[in-house]
């Protein structure tokens, strides 16, 4: 069997937020004596998916945002905070259309962690035949929720999937590699895709928000749940791209998005 495979980032809209959340960078952000009003920065915030086509079987990272959003956000408090920006042709079902892709067709559901923009589709994977994924250390983290939502995590969005789970840094399938990179939340995972053409990306999801929290120096999103694992995880991040040359692209960088193009992008 051949080990050739491709991946297509999926861009499934946006939501919009103060920069603070995403970048706690004082000289950036926050007012000073010389300019006592210095205005927050309202910005877009881009969400992706990746479709990997493998000869072992059709796996999806991560699911985006949810068309019922506001419905499904009113009980949080978010909705202000967070508000989403999508076209028609941006959200996640619109998207595996574009590319001809059903959602009886993938194999492997793989969740970077399940937040409400990375696991808010998951829903739609109750009751199908795809293998559920997630690091073992988010499925433990979450398993103490048990009203509708708490903090970034809306326990209907992954509820009832049949998870398995994995451990450490593990080649899930040749060629597709799961990083443990924790911090961002309980368990967050950024995956790694060794490509026969292209060479190695990884994809950070949150590890890594925006290429100026990755540096160097690394700086701080506005939250964490682990402020420490997430510098570490930054360092093992720009470690394994160091070793292997790789590509990375980060979870929510518009900067880098619209140098990638607003539509699919593919790689082999």
């Known amino acids: 069997m051949t080990n050739e495979f491709s991946a297509t980032m999926l861009p499934v809209g946006k939501f919009q937020t103060d920069l603070t959340w995403m970048l706690f960078d004082p000289a950036k952000i926050m007012a000073t004596r010389q300019e006592p009003h210095k205005p927050a920065q309202w910005v877009d915030v881009p969400v992706h998916t990746v479709l990997i086509e493998h000869p072992e ?14 419905t499904k956000w009113e009980p949080t408090g978010i909705l202000d905070f967070w508000p989403v920006v999508a076209d028609e042709h941006e959200w996640f079902d619109s998207r595996l259309n574009e590319v001809g892709v059903s959602l009886d067709e993938i194999d492997y559901m793989i969740f970077s962690h399940l937040h409400w923009d990375h696991a808010g589709n998951g829903s739609l994977f109750n ?19 048990k009203g509708y939502c708490e903090g970034p995590y809306i326990r209907h969005d992954w509820s009832e999937l049949n998870f398995d789970t994995v451990e450490g840094d593990v080649e899930f399938l040749p060629g597709v590699k799961l990083l443990q ?46 402020s420490e694992a997430w510098l570490s995880s930054v360092e093992k991040v720009r470690r394994v791209a160091q070793e292997t040359d790789a590509t990375v692209i980060f979870g929510h960088d518009a900067e880098q998005v619209r140098r990638l193009g607003d539509g699919p992008v593919r790689w082999t």
């Not at 079987?57 to 506001?70: N, S, V, Y």
């Not at 199908?128 to 929720?145: F, H, M, P, R, Y």
Request: aromatic fraction near 10%; hydrophobic fraction near 35%.
């Open 127 to 145: 009751g199908t035949n795809a293998q559920v994924v997630c690091s073992k250390a988010e499925l433990d983290g979450v398993s103490s929720i």
């Open 57 to 70: 079987g059709k796996i999806l990272w991560d699911t985006g945002l949810p068309r019922d959003w506001e």
């Open 181 to 226: 990179t924790p911090g961002h939340s309980f368990g967050t995972m950024s995956l790694q895709l060794d490509l026969p053409d292209t060479g190695t990306l990884i994809f950070t999801s949150d590890a890594v928000f925006l290429g100026d929290n990755y540096g160097p120096p690394s700086i701080t999103p506005g939250f964490n749940y682990d």
